[in-house]
């Protein structure tokens, strides 16, 4: 499903740093295209996302969005999971 994938990709991100998108693709068992849609969302969503390109190419979440897991409460990340899925619903 398009939202788990959505939190996945960026706990993924979080947890690897920059990420070539076929490295991505790979690991979600999806498309190219699929994961350039997908990083839209999670900008959309207010996930920073940055792209490079040139030989070290990839996807990667800035350092000053990393949080520590004492910063971000359950209700938080249910927050966070909620507009994905609103965003996931409206397109």
């Known amino acids: 499903m398009k939202i788990e994938r959505l939190y996945a990709i960026m706990v993924y991100l979080l947890d690897h ?3 070539p ?3 991505l693709a790979d690991y979600f068992e999806v498309s190219l295209r699929t994961i350039q849609r997908d990083m839209e969302s999670l900008c ?3 996930i920073p ?3 490079t390109t ?3 190419s990839g996807y990667e979440i800035p350092d000053r969005f990393r949080l ?3 910063f971000v409460t359950y209700d938080e990340y249910s927050y966070i999971l909620t507009a994905l899925r609103g965003l996931v ?3």
Do not use: M, N, R, Y
């Open 17 to 19: 740093g920059k990420t």
């Open 21 to 23: 998108a076929s490295e």
């Open 44 to 46: 959309l969503a207010g």
């Open 49 to 51: 996302i940055c792209s």
């Open 54 to 56: 040139g030989v070290t």
């Open 68 to 70: 520590d897991k004492g």
């Open 89 to 91: 619903s409206a397109t």
